[in-house]
């Protein structure tokens, strides 16, 4: 049951703005809005935050209206769309949500400048499948194809397989539309700003604000409620992609100019050794690296058929040090010839071994084709078998080196300790999931785990603490932001992100997941007391 009620008065004025049904205080609905079985979730319990209201605005006036009552009356606010994480549900008490669910639209496809201007609850997929009609293609991140394009280019992470042709998320966003926390003012950052200039641009006139908007990993509801974002798309020289039959494993029609395979090398330094002469020879549009568990998780259908596939061995026999899926979409069928000769070359030079998926069986080879053009698959694989996933740092943006090298031998080293002693699921110590972006100039790492949450053994607590410290001992990256762990760097890293904070929220009225918004925000100019934490951490 909610541990605050919304004051009456308030929930009125929020039916009146939004309508009767689009505003709730209903018991039974507010815990839908408290339980995810995903990423941190039994860190802090398997219910989050009660919120105490939910909204479903459907117009940017309607966002608006939200934030001015609920400024008006003390409460926070918290936007979600698509809602990958517990950190989209209250993080805070007196929380009201807004589910962004009714804002929905495609709002524009520019051929000609080549970008598509997207609302908060637009579907990767959804504008993948519209712009390909036009010759056009998007970047779809590796939550998959059902999640918010505008969320992974404006406020949380966003890298996927074809991060390697089409960059990441927040690199892709343009234009950008933000109704500010007081709820009467809107900022358009990028052309938007200026009349008639469209949406093409995500820095300018003046200084570019996206810095200011994400920090380093995304703001996640902390500095006011996104409606519109401008989203760059990229040529794409091969027919729509269609798919026929049933889920999950659809019949997708073979495409004459797209090529598909799967690479993987003994040790990690062959491997970093041909992601770079891959990535500097841009050979590749789809650049993935899977474990064998994936394998196992994404194809089967039933536990039983998992724990067949773990006993048999056949993924963890074929590539026990994981494996890359690279596709590779050329504009005729001599282009794609030649550039995966290149790909077999390379891949073989550097001691690797180069396979057709189709000769591991269709369903293998339809679960690599579609997870390459829409990441179909990813997150079929991380709730199979135990209903749960989660992740240990360090979770890294880092040259592919150090992710090969350093990061990845912490996250193996952790997760066969957990395995060993049945605190997680055998999905496989290297079932690391790790994406490049920009032809292998930088690269993206996580390493997940599959996690019973109603008979949790301590693991994710275990491996987040482990991770952390060891990643820090590393001077890795924690959770994806490049924190300076000596001196008075981490301090300062967290003194700007706390002073923009506090000029676009002045009241408070973000419910903002951030360590900042605990407690320490309010002191954040003593440097001093700030040195305490990084010393602690």
């Known amino acids: 049951m909610p541990s605050s009620t919304i004051p009456k008065e308030a929930l009125e004025e929020l039916q009146d703005?939004?309508?009767?049904?689009?505003?709730?205080a209903d018991p039974g609905l507010l815990q839908v809005y408290t339980y995810m079985n995903s990423m941190f979730n039994s860190l802090f319990g398997l219910w989050w935050v009660p919120p105490v209201a939910v909204t479903l605005p459907s117009t940017v006036e309607e966002v608006q209206a939200v934030l001015k009552i609920c400024r008006k009356h003390g409460l926070k606010a918290k936007p979600h769309s698509?809602?990958?994480?517990?950190?989209?549900?209250?993080?805070?008490?007196d929380t009201v949500i807004l589910d962004l669910r009714r804002m929905d639209n495609l709002i524009e496809i520019n051929q000609h400048d080549g970008y598509a201007v997207v609302e908060p609850y637009c579907s990767a997929g959804e504008q993948q499948v519209e712009i390909m009609k036009l010759g056009l293609n998007s970047h779809v991140n590796g939550a998959g194809p059902n999640a918010s394009n505008l969320a992974s280019a404006t406020s949380v992470q966003g890298s996927g397989g074809t991060s390697q042709s089409m960059s990441n998320s927040e690199r892709n966003m343009l234009g950008v539309e933000l109704c500010l926390p007081n709820g009467e003012e809107i900022l358009h950052i990028g052309s938007p700003g200026t009349p008639n200039a469209g949406w093409f641009c995500g820095d300018g006139p003046g200084?570019?604000?996206?810095?200011?908007?994400?920090?380093?990993y995304g703001n996640l509801g902390g500095c006011g409620v996104f409606t519109k974002c401008g989203m760059k798309c990229y040529?794409?020289?091969?027919?729509?992609?269609?798919?026929?039959g049933s889920p999950p494993f659809f019949d997708a029609k073979p495409l004459p100019n797209y090529r598909l395979r799967i690479g993987f090398w003994p040790d990690y330094d062959s491997e970093c050794d041909g992601l770079y002469r891959i990535g500097e020879s841009e050979l590749v549009d789809f650049c993935s690296r899977f474990g064998a568990g994936v394998f196992e998780e994404a194809l089967s259908v039933t536990n039983e058929e998992y724990l067949s596939m773990v006993d048999s061995r056949l993924y963890r026999n074929t590539f026990p040090k994981g494996c890359w899926m690279f596709s590779i979409a050329a504009g005729h069928p001599e282009e794609a010839e030649c550039r995966l000769k290149t790909l077999e070359y390379i891949v073989e030079d550097t001691n690797g071994i180069i396979i057709d998926p189709e000769d591991l069986g269709q369903?293998?080879?339809?679960?690599?084709f579609q997870?390459?053009?829409?990441?179909?698959?990813?997150?079929?694989?991380?709730?199979?078998?135990?209903?749960?996933?989660?992740?240990?740092?360090?979770?890294?943006?880092?040259?592919?080196?150090n992710?090969?090298?350093?990061?990845?031998?912490?996250?193996?080293e952790i997760k066969k300790d957990l395995i060993a002693r049945n605190a997680i699921e055998d999905d496989y110590y290297d079932n690391v999931y790790m994406s490049t972006d920009e032809h292998s100039h930088f690269g993206h790492d996580e390493s997940p785990y599959s996690l019973d949450l109603w008979e949790s053994k301590g693991g994710e607590l275990d491996g987040m603490i482990r991770g952390v410290i060891d990643g820090m001992k590393s001077n890795?990256?924690?959770?994806?932001?490049?924190?300076?762990?000596?001196?008075?760097?981490?301090?300062?890293?967290?003194?700007?992100?706390?002073?923009?904070?506090?000029?676009?929220?002045?009241?408070?009225?973000?419910?903002?997941?951030?360590?900042?918004?605990?407690?320490?925000i309010n002191d954040i100019d003593d440097i001093d007391d700030l040195k305490n934490l990084g010393e602690t951490a």
């Open 17 to 24: 703005a939004l309508g009767e049904n689009n505003a709730s």
């Open 82 to 93: 698509s809602c990958w994480v517990v950190t989209s549900l209250a993080c805070s008490p």
């Open 207 to 216: 200084p570019s604000l996206k810095g200011m908007i994400r920090g380093a």
């Open 235 to 244: 040529p794409w020289n091969n027919e729509p992609f269609h798919c026929e």
């Open 363 to 368: 369903d293998a080879n339809q679960l690599s």
């Open 371 to 401: 997870t390459a053009i829409r990441g179909c698959y990813v997150f079929k694989a991380a709730f199979m078998p135990t209903g749960s996933w989660g992740c240990f740092p360090p979770m890294a943006y880092e040259t592919i080196d």
């Open 403 to 412: 992710l090969l090298k350093v990061v990845q031998p912490i996250n193996d």
């Open 476 to 520: 890795s990256a924690f959770f994806y932001s490049p924190v300076p762990t000596e001196g008075d760097g981490l301090i300062t890293y967290l003194k700007y992100p706390a002073k923009i904070y506090n000029m676009l929220d002045p009241d408070r009225t973000m419910d903002a997941f951030f360590m900042l918004a605990k407690g320490i």
